[in-house]
């Protein structure tokens, strides 16, 4: 590639923020939009948890925020409460934690760790972010909707999810939802397919597939697994949509509902869930993987040592991405499929456990005998793989198809979901931006500030997620409005409000955040090139972003990224630049 | 309040710039910029790990000694008491790996810290401790797995023959059980017989012969709209259709017929249909199968350690012994008010939150007693209408 077309020239101020098609700006894009979807799925959760703590309590601001239909005299109406939980789920996982996680940190790191001037298509980039963007905008559109937004719970399981008179938020609110949902498909596809392009071809000369940084490896896999899943939740998605306006049956048979005998017959509300499953599992892992991928980068780096067993790493993320696409079953033990399958789907699962302990084994050793710094950025990583075990040890007690007859869809799934997923994505999402923060804007954050966030934020989590598992041990379902129905859960009402405080706590913890964020971008120390004296590639480029990341040549690459502390050097790291000095050997030796 | 929200708000972020400012001056006058770390304040940091474990273990053991004594009572099960102690195994493990991982992680991270004069040890890997802790988890959660599956083959085994047949149907947003009756068969169903009095839809020659008289008046009634409706209207269209759903639903019904003459369809006629609370034998088999009117629901008995969904359109089943009796279990957690509970545990609407019966476990001759009070889905007030279509059956 000729340099002359990278040269500086004045850009519109649409060019350059709006329809841009450099990576960088569009990995900023994704983190500004996620954030922002994240507040409204945090926001909508406070809200719930209000009504768990306090059933039936008034609350004026609560019919402020959503209105009288909704809350009538500030009490939560039960509808409401679904359909907060639906889409407070949906955000989360798709909007935060794929496109917000993975959009951000693919297109702002791959590029520069690999050594190219850009994503293999700009184009497709450009249109990955707008159909995210354009698919956030009507998710927010259907929380408008007279009859309410979705509410069937994020999975939609049909005939929940395919019959307004189920339901109201079956109405619209779940149409709507399909479009959203499709169009955020359609950017998962194009944008997964662009990285996995950009790895595989634009690596820099010298930058082979053992000297990627583990962030690469996990990026890639995971939009390999995005590519081969999410086809599969459209194709659910759409035999929905069939059933929903056209009278197909893929999904109904023998309903009665609302006075009336359906005519559908012969469909399988479980083929619904083999689909979004098929999808659904492999989709933990695509939020999980970059988790992974960065903190390894951040503890490495921070530790001032290689990542322990780097192969081992990468033969783990290959293991976790082949065995999430045949785990689906654990989530259907007592659907009444065949037990045989069941023992099947019991036997894979637990497979897994072996790569995750592999990984968390090697963290853990990566500290041993380090030089640790503790930035926020490693700090929040070290939180992550405490999360990452807690919550990945539960997973065995679930995976046992005997052990989740009685606790699927309880609480104690509610406490494993949010600790090995949403904690560890979340924790790992907030590493990622303080540590490439200095990447992405010039500036640095500021660290007293970020402290005060990491541990508010660190034990309101643990705060409000562990005690669920007691609730569920105790027998407390999920997606209840209230737990007072049942004299047997009235001994967890201090429990509730115990958990719904750390949840506000937690959350107001982050208005610490979004004020360092913003306010660092113009006020904050500007950055040096490379502050955290790190090995990998994106730390050589200017400070400046400019198009095509590297003003002269492409930069040249000798060694694996975690030469850290390396024997009979000066210094305690050596930029993956620099070349082997005679006898010295490469990477894992 | 609207305003003093803002004001709060516009204070907060007043007092987080002031912060900011301070910070950034102090940090000049100690003369570090940004990149530098200050080799205390990073001890420190490393040493609140230490105190973060103790905390977070601290947390932990309090919720187990307050809660402890809330979670379920003993399994009252055959089967439960079989997954109790698969789930305490399971949990001693667990408990190990985590207070070793955690240990480690937490004692790492305060032990490492920075230090200006030091290097990290160069270590990449070591093949032989990674084997290790490779097949250690191997072995480990092969007998987890083993352990596990043997008690998911027995739970899942062939219902017992000798057991009593349950049904229990759900629909938004409350539960109906039914009982096979003296022939220990569950009459067949089918929605297109569901009526008010006939909330289960079961197929006798009596809903039959019902099932087309209603629908025949409707669709007469159908009929006599249609000819006061405008022409060619949206209204005539949806006449139409509607008495072409009520004709395709009345031949459903009619094959029914055909095959009711065939064999009648007599062995929903003893089942017994209740509400709120049923009633089973301590001590045998209890063979459930699920049926759900309209949306997916969950019939979960969490001190059976049951659970299973109920579809619409596909018949599940589960079945369990009970081994302790409610008066038993009320003696045993001194609460005199106890109830073994089936709730709703897939969510189904808006009420889900509250779709309970009560299950009471009793001796064999207090069931029988409490089963014989129930009526039939049959009873007196159908007999007369019973007698007919039987010599009619019998003229055929
Ligand atoms: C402010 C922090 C959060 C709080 C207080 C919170 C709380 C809750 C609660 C109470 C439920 C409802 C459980 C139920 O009734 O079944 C729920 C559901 C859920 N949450 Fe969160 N959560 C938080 C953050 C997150 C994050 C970061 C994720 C990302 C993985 C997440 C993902 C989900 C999902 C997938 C559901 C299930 C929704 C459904 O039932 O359809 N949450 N959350
Ligand atoms: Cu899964
Ligand atoms: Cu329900």
Redesign the interface.
């Known amino acids: 590639m000729a340099t002359h077309a990278h040269e500086h020239h004045k850009e519109s101020f649409v060019s350059k923020y709006i329809f841009t098609m450099d990576h960088k700006m569009i990995a900023k894009q994704f983190l500004v939009t996620g954030m922002f979807m994240a507040t409204i799925g945090m926001i909508m959760s406070i809200l719930f948890r209000i009504q768990l703590a306090w059933p039936g309590e008034s609350f004026?601001f609560l019919t402020?925020f959503l209105g009288e239909k909704w809350a009538p005299g500030g009490v939560l109406d039960?509808?409401m409460y679904?359909a907060l939980g639906t889409i407070h789920g949906t955000i989360m996982v798709f909007f935060l934690l794929t496109a917000g996680l993975s959009g951000t940190f693919s297109n702002l790191l791959i590029p520069l760790q690999i050594g190219a001037r850009d994503m293999a298509s700009g184009f497709m980039n450009m249109l990955s972010y707008w159909f995210f963007f354009t698919a956030s905008v009507i998710m927010l559109v259907s929380l408008f909707v007279e009859s309410g937004p979705a509410a069937?719970?994020w999975t939609v399981?049909p005939?929940?999810s395919a019959?307004p008179q189920?339901?109201p938020g079956s109405g619209l609110g779940m149409t709507l939802w399909l479009v959203s949902m499709t169009l955020f498909i359609a950017s998962q596809l194009i944008g997964g397919l662009n990285y996995i392009v950009t790895i595989v071809n634009l690596r820099t000369k010298g930058m082979t597939m053992t000297r990627l940084p583990l962030t690469m490896w996990a990026l890639l896999v995971t939009a390999i697994l995005g590519l081969l899943s999410f086809p599969v939740l459209l194709s659910a998605a759409l035999l929905l949509v069939f059933d929903r306006m056209f009278g197909t049956s893929f999904y109904?048979?023998?309903?009665?509902?609302a006075g009336e005998?359906?005519?559908n017959?012969g469909?399988?509300?479980?083929l619904y869930q083999h689909l979004f499953w098929f999808l659904g599992h492999p989709e933990v892992y695509i939020i999980l993987l970059p988790a992974l991928g960065l903190t390894s980068e951040i503890i490495s780096n921070n530790?001032?040592?290689?990542i322990?067993?780097?192969?081992?790493m990468i033969g783990s993320i290959l293991a976790i991405g082949f065995l999430s696409f045949i785990v689906w079953g654990h989530h259907m033990f007592?659907?009444?499929m065949d037990?045989f399958i069941?023992?099947v789907f019991?036997?894979t699962t637990?497979?897994i456990?072996?790569p995750s302990?592999?990984k968390?084994?090697n963290?853990?050793?990566t500290?041993?005998?380090?030089?640790?710094?503790?930035?926020p950025a490693m700090?929040f990583s070290?939180a992550m793989?405490?999360t990452f075990?807690?919550g990945g040890?539960?997973g065995?007690?679930l995976a046992?198809?005997?052990?989740d007859?009685?606790l699927?869809?309880?609480y104690f799934v509610v406490a494993h979901f949010h600790i090995v997923m949403g904690l560890s994505a979340v924790l790992a999402m907030f590493a990622g931006v303080y540590h490439w923060y200095p990447k992405m804007y010039g500036r640095?954050l500021?660290?007293?500030?970020g402290?005060a966030h990491f541990w508010l934020t660190?034990?309101s989590g643990?705060?409000v997620f562990?005690?669920m598992h007691?609730l569920g041990?105790?027998?407390v379902?999920r997606?209840?409005?209230?737990?007072s129905?049942?004299?047997?859960f009235d001994?967890?009402i201090d429990?509730n409000v115990l958990m719904t405080v750390f949840a506000i706590v937690g959350s107001a913890a982050q208005?610490?955040f979004f004020?360092?964020f913003f306010?660092s971008m113009v006020?904050g120390?500007k950055a040096?090139q490379n502050?955290?004296q790190a090995n990998s590639l994106e730390w050589t480029t200017p400070v400046e972003h400019i198009h095509g990341n590297w003003p002269g040549a492409l930069p040249e690459v000798h060694r694996w990224a975690?030469d850290?502390?390396?024997?009979g050097k000066d210094e305690?790291f050596v930029p993956q630049t620099v070349p082997l000095a005679e006898g010295e050997t490469d990477?894992?030796? | 309040?609207?305003f003093l929200i803002i004001l709060l708000v516009l204070l907060?972020?007043a007092a987080?710039?002031q912060?900011?400012r301070v910070?950034?001056l102090t940090g000049k006058l100690k003369g570090n910029?940004?990149?530098r770390?200050d080799f205390k304040e990073?001890r420190f940091?490393?040493k609140l790990?230490l105190v973060?474990g103790a905390?977070?273990f601290a947390?932990?053991i309090w919720?187990i000694v307050k809660?402890g004594p809330?979670?379920?009572p003993e399994a009252a099960s055959e089967h439960?008491a079989?997954?109790d102690s698969?789930?305490a195994f399971?949990?001693a493990i667990?408990f190990l790996?985590?207070a070793i991982?955690?240990v480690?992680?937490f004692y790492?991270?305060s032990k490492?810290?920075?230090?200006p004069n030091?290097?990290?040890?160069?270590?990449?890997?070591?093949n032989k401790?990674?084997l290790v802790?490779?097949s250690f988890?191997?072995i480990v959660?092969a007998v987890?797995?083993i352990y596990?599956?043997s008690?998911?083959?027995d739970?899942?085994d062939e219902a017992p023959s000798n057991g009593i047949n349950i049904e229990l149907y759900s629909?938004?947003f409350d539960w109906t059980a039914r009982y096979a009756g003296s022939d220990s068969t569950l009459g067949a169903a089918?929605?297109?017989f569901?009526n008010t009095s006939n909330p289960l839809?079961l197929i006798t020659p009596e809903t039959i012969e019902t099932r087309i008289s209603e629908i025949e008046d409707e669709i007469t009634k159908l009929e006599g709209d249609l000819e006061e409706a405008p022409e060619d209207g949206l209204k005539e269209e949806e006449l139409t259709e509607k008495i072409a759903?009520k004709n395709?639903?009345l031949n459903k019904i009619l094959a029914y017929k055909r095959k009711n003459e065939v064999e009648p369809y007599r062995s929903a006629d003893d089942d017994k249909l209740v509400k709120v609370e049923f009633h089973v034998p301590v001590g045998v088999p209890v063979n459930f199968q699920?049926r759900s009117?309209?949306?997916?629901h969950?019939a979960?008995m969490?001190?059976f350690?049951?659970?299973?969904?109920t579809?619409?359109?596909?018949i599940?089943?589960f079945h369990f012994t009970p081994t302790i009796t409610t008066a038993e279990m009320r003696q045993k957690t001194g609460n005199s008010?106890f109830n073994y509970?089936l709730?709703?545990?897939?969510?189904?609407?808006?009420?889900?939150?509250?779709m309970?019966m009560n299950i009471i476990v009793e001796s064999q001759e207090a069931y029988d007693k409490w089963l014989a009070e129930q009526s039939t889905f049959t009873s007196s007030e159908t007999a007369e209408l019973r007698n007919q279509i039987n010599e009619q059956l019998a003229q055929n």
Not at chain 1, 446 to 449: A, T
């Open positions: 004026k402020f039960p509808n679904l069937a719970g399981y005939p929940l019959l189920a339901i109904l048979s023998d309903i009665y509902i005998a359906l005519e017959s469909g399988s509300p479980i530790s001032r040592k290689p322990f067993g780097y192969r081992a007592v659907t009444g037990p069941g023992a019991t036997f637990l497979l456990a072996i302990a592999v968390a084994f963290y853990i050793t500290l041993w005998k380090g030089n640790i710094r503790f930035t700090m070290v793989v405490s075990i807690s040890l539960t065995i007690i046992d198809s005997a052990l007859i009685n699927h869809d309880t640095m500021n660290m007293k500030l402290y660190f034990v643990y705060g562990f005690p007691f041990l105790a027998g379902p997606r209840y409005y209230t737990n129905e049942f004299p047997l001994a967890f429990m208005v610490i004020f360092n306010y006020r120390p040096s502050p955290w975690y850290y502390s390396k024997p305690d990477g894992e030796h | 309040m609207t907060v972020f987080l710039i912060l900011v910070f950034e910029n940004q990149d770390i990073n940091r490393a790990w973060f905390g977070y947390f932990i919720l809660y809330v979670m379920l439960g079989t997954i698969v789930m399971n949990w667990l790996a985590f991982t955690h480690l992680l790492f991270a490492y810290y920075w230090m030091r290097k990290a040890d160069y270590i990449t890997h070591n401790l990674e802790w490779t988890p191997a959660l987890i797995i596990g599956l008690a998911w083959n739970i899942t629909k938004q089918n929605i297109n569901i839809g759903r395709r639903q699920f009117q309209d949306v997916i969950s979960y969490p001190h350690r049951a659970q299973m969904n579809v619409p359109g596909t599940t089943e008010e509970l709730l709703c545990n897939k969510i189904c609407g808006a009420a889900h939150y509250n309970q």
